[in-house]
Nanobody
Framework: QVQLEESGGGLVQAGGSLRLSCAAS????????LGWFRQGPGKEREFVAAITWSASSTWYADSVRGRFTISRDIAKNAVYLQMNSLKLEDTAVYYC????????????????WGQGTQVTVSS
């Protein structure tokens, strides 16, 4: 069992930056790759970025590549999402999720989920 808790969401102006954090806990938490998904108003949940358990590999959605950076603190069992040059369309609830195997962007492949944190980008 893995527990995930997100923090760091909030209101930010377009063009600004925000950093999300996700704390992972549980006996096997360190074995999982960790990723971020988001769900905007009236939209389906979509993949944002992910990082392997060893932090040796990352993968991103095209919509955020070059603006967002995912990183991981292995000692703290935490993952971060640095979001720069935020756009109105980045407004969403952001979820942290845990993946046991593979490099996938499919939500159903992720076994554990946090409760989400709201990010609102204003004009």
């Amino acid at each position: 069992q893995v527990q995930l808790e997100e923090s760091g969401g909030g209101l930010v102006q377009a063009g600004g930056s925000l950093r999300l954090s996700c704390a992972a806990s549980g006996r096997t938490a360190s074995r999982y790759s960790l990723g971020w998904f988001r769900q905007g108003p009236g939209k389906e949940r979509e993949f944002v970025a992910a990082i392997t358990w060893s932090a040796s590999s990352t993968w991103y959605a095209d919509s955020v590549r070059g603006r967002f950076t995912i990183s991981r603190d292995i000692a703290k069992n935490a993952v971060y999402l640095q979001m720069n040059s935020l756009k109105l369309e980045d407004t969403a609830v952001y979820y942290c999720a845990a993946l046991l195997r593979g490099r996938t962007t499919v939500a159903d492949d992720y076994a554990y989920w946090g409760q989400g944190t709201q990010v609102t980008v204003s004009s």
